[in-house]
């Protein structure tokens, strides 16, 4: 069964948390997936993954391309997971279906903790996830490192 974690950014930007996310995901074997509702955020978040940092390249793809299915990280604002992953990242009010969490490995909310709308939307999953049965971790970078601040069996 799944697990959801809640990733509250004060501090953390989202392209290095995406970035950090995706290679422990790759670490421990799994592909990695990123769904996020806004076009504009993805392509920049394309960009930024191809060139920073200099010394670390992450292979991955913008959906639509020939590729989806062999990615290791595709970003994506389709439902359905392209490239077999099993870590799926949720930017800027994406969401999963607790069915779909329970499917994967991991799903990552990773959500501004300065905008009371993105918390406030990232405090309806949790509720949603925690009503389906779903193990949770709420995670928050305030400190300047990540602190798990609420978990859930």
């Known amino acids: 069964m799944g697990e959801a974690r809640f990733y509250r950014l004060n501090r953390a930007g989202i392209d290095r948390t995406v970035r950090a996310l995706a290679l ?10 990123v769904r996020g509702a806004d076009p504009a955020r993805l392509a920049w978040l394309d960009d930024r993954l191809w060139i920073e940092p200099e010394d670390e390249f992450l292979p991955h793809g913008l959906e639509g391309g020939t590729h989806d299915a062999e990615q290791p990280l595709l970003l994506t604002r389709r439902g359905a997971i392209a ?4 870590t799926l990242m949720l ?3 994406a969401e999963a279906d607790p069915g779909e969490v329970a499917a994967l490995a991991r799903v990552c909310v990773i959500f501004d903790g300065r905008d009371p709308a993105a918390v ?3 405090r309806g999953l949790w509720r949603r996830y925690a009503a389906a049965g779903l193990a949770a971790q ?8 990540w602190t798990l601040v609420a978990s859930r069996p």
Do not use: Q, T, V
């Open 24 to 33: 422990r995901a790759a670490a421990e074997g799994m592909r990695a997936c």
């Open 83 to 86: 490239n077999g992953a099993a």
């Open 91 to 93: 930017l800027d009010g």
């Open 120 to 122: 406030e939307a990232a």
């Open 138 to 145: 709420y995670w928050d970078d305030a400190s300047g490192g």
